[in-house]
């Protein structure tokens, strides 16, 4: 059992399955404070040299972790990245997997003026399910969690129930 008063989770998926709209209705509706692994790594200089061919810089993961520990310790933290094979399994007690159609995340990503590779690379990867299997190879099956997310009834929904889940977190804790 944990010591701490709020739970940990992460929001993992593909880049633009909609994990930071989420976030950041979840922080709204919980308080809870929403950690956007890719800012966190911008502005403490954790990003390694640039990848070229997948047009995204690379990640210096040990130091992004050390960053981010003495805040996970404390609870209550909503954990936002495109990836979640490197993060200490014990930092969460839930973790959600957003997924998004393949014909709807296209559109979104060249709406986000993606194109070529890394619009093929990023639709593939949802395609293959390749975040939902790191997920499932991560952490234990009984947390984690796929959610659709292609609309914004889901999106509402998908809140809702990420909400409710927070509250019976909270209330099992306090009975325990
Ligand atoms: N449920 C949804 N229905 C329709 N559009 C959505 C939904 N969720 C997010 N979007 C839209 O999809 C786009 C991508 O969303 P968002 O930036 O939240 O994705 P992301 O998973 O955080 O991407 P990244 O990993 O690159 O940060 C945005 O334009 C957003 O408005
Ligand atoms: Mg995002």
Redesign the pocket.
Known sequence: MTNRMLPNILVT????????????QLQERTGMEWL?V?RIAKENNCLEEYDEEYKCPVLDEERVLDEMEDKMEEGGKIV???GCDFFPERWFDIVFV?R?NNT?LYD??V??GYSGKKLEDNVQCEIFQTILEEAAQSYQPEIVNMLQ???????ED?TNRICAWIETWKANRNAG
Do not use: F, I
């Open positions: 998926g593909t880049p633009g399955v909609g994990k930071s709209t989420l976030c950041t956007e890719s936002d990245y495109h957003l998004t709807e979104r990503l709406r986000r997310n292609d609309s914004m009834d889901q999106l998908n």
